[in-house]
């Protein structure tokens, strides 16, 4: 399975962006059937959590720093996977990435993903 994360950009704080991850390639059912989630590294940071939702679409998790400010969705249909995120603010720069979990849940260790897309940069300037 190959991940074409898109959307990132420049904006500014209290902006809103919207970022898309786009599956292909082999064993694409596979993203269908599993949990799909998104990450992010800040430079200089770790990989973190920020949402994730199941393979239907109807079960999403989310980190407290983004909780109510960001909307995970996926259309199945077309193998994609949206981030659209509200009210931004400096701390949300960093690359993030879209990846395909294990399994069917929503899950938000990054151990529970086996495929991971390149990542897009997101920039917020305050």
């Known amino acids: 399975v190959q991940l074409q994360a898109s959307g990132g950009g420049l904006v500014q704080a209290g902006g809103s962006l919207s970022l898309s991850c786009a599956a292909s390639g082999r064993y694409i059912r596979t993203v269908s059937n599993n949990g799909m989630g998104w990450f992010r590294q800040a430079q200089g940071k770790e990989r973190e959590f920020v949402a994730s939702?199941?393979?239907?679409?109807?079960?999403?998790l989310y980190a407290d720093s983004v909780k109510g400010r960001f909307t995970i969705s996926r259309d199945s249909a077309r193998n994609t996977l949206y981030l659209h995120m509200d009210n931004v603010v400096p701390d949300d720069t960093a690359v993030y990435y879209c990846?395909?979990?294990?399994?069917?849940?929503?899950?938000?260790?990054?151990?529970?993903?086996?495929?991971w897309g390149q990542g897009t940069l997101v920039t917020v300037s305050s």
């Open positions: 939702v199941n393979w239907r679409g109807a079960s999403a």
């Open positions: 990846a395909v979990a294990r399994g069917s849940a929503s899950v938000s260790g990054s151990d529970g993903y086996n495929y």
